[in-house]
Nanobody, 124 residues
Framework: QVQLVESGGGLVQAGGSLRLSCTAS????????MAWFRQAPGKEREFVAA????????FYATSVKGRFTISRDNAKNTVYLEMNSLKPEDTAVYYC?????????????????WGQGTQVTVSS
């Protein structure tokens, strides 16, 4: 089992920045990919960004590319999501997720462990 705890959400004005953190505990040696997904009110959950644990290769949704940066600190078993130039449409609950499968990227079905979510609200 892997447990995930997210932090860093909040309220920010459009154009502002936030940094989310997600720390894993438990069977962390089974982690292959950590990712962020988000779910806006009335919408389905969608992929935001992912990072491979072995080589830090990153993947982004088109809607956030160039504005968001995913990174990780292996020693702390923590993944970060730096969000810049935030827009009202970025408002959502952001979830951290772990896949124990090699090569996972955007597919939610690859991810076995999920955090509780953290709210990000961007005001216009």
């Amino acid at each position: 089992q892997v447990q995930l705890v997210e932090s860093g959400g909040g309220l920010v004005q459009a154009g502002g920045s936030l940094r989310l953190s997600c720390t894993a505990s438990g069977r962390t040696n089974s982690i292959e990919t950590m990712a962020w997904f988000r779910q806006a009110p009335g919408k389905e959950r969608e992929f935001v960004a992912a990072i491979w644990w072995s080589n830090s290769r990153t993947f982004y949704a088109t809607s956030v590319k160039g504005r968001f940066t995913i990174s990780r600190d292996n020693a702390k078993n923590t993944v970060y999501l730096e969000m810049n130039s935030l827009k009202p449409e970025d408002t959502a609950v952001y979830y951290c997720a772990v896949s124990t499968m090699y090569g996972s990227t955007w597919s939610q079905s690859d991810y076995r462990y999920w955090g509780q979510g953290t709210q990000v609200t961007v005001s216009s």
